[in-house]
């Protein structure tokens, strides 16, 4: 199995930034796209950012310009760098990968909560 386990959430004024981790473990013979998704209170889960293994990037045009996603291949790892945080960014953000093992998979994190409030 793999588990992802993301880190770096929190509670950030309006205008702050934050970083999110998520590091996948386990069966990984290679992972093809990564991204991060969230769910703000009394809503559906949405995406936010997508990266595939080339580094290629998909933004919601709502982060556009705001958050940057990344990754380090050699560790499994996505990240999510989200500057001038605003109210409307408040949400559980969710990671997921497509892993390939034997077969090919999309695994979730249990996500972490991002808090922006003065």
């Known amino acids: 199995q793999v588990q992802l386990v993301e880190s770096g959430g929190g509670l950030v004024q309006p205008g702050g930034s934050l970083r999110l981790s998520c590091a996948a473990s386990?069966?990984?013979?290679?992972?093809?796209?990564m991204g991060w998704y969230r769910q703000g209170p009394g809503k559906e889960r949405e995406l936010v950012a997508t990266?595939?293994?080339?580094?290629?990037?998909n933004y919601a045009e709502s982060v556009k310009g705001r958050f940057t996603i990344s990754r380090d291949n050699t560790k499994h790892t996505v990240f999510l760098q989200m500057n001038s945080l605003k109210p409307e960014d408040t949400a559980v953000y969710y990671c997921?990968?497509?892993?390939?093992?034997?077969?090919?998979?999309?695994?979730w994190g249990q996500g972490t909560q991002v808090t922006v409030s003065s």
């Open positions: 990266i595939t293994d080339g580094g290629s990037t």
């Open positions: 386990g069966r990984i013979l290679s992972i093809n796209d």
């Open positions: 997921n990968a497509d892993v390939q093992w034997r077969l090919r998979s999309l695994f």
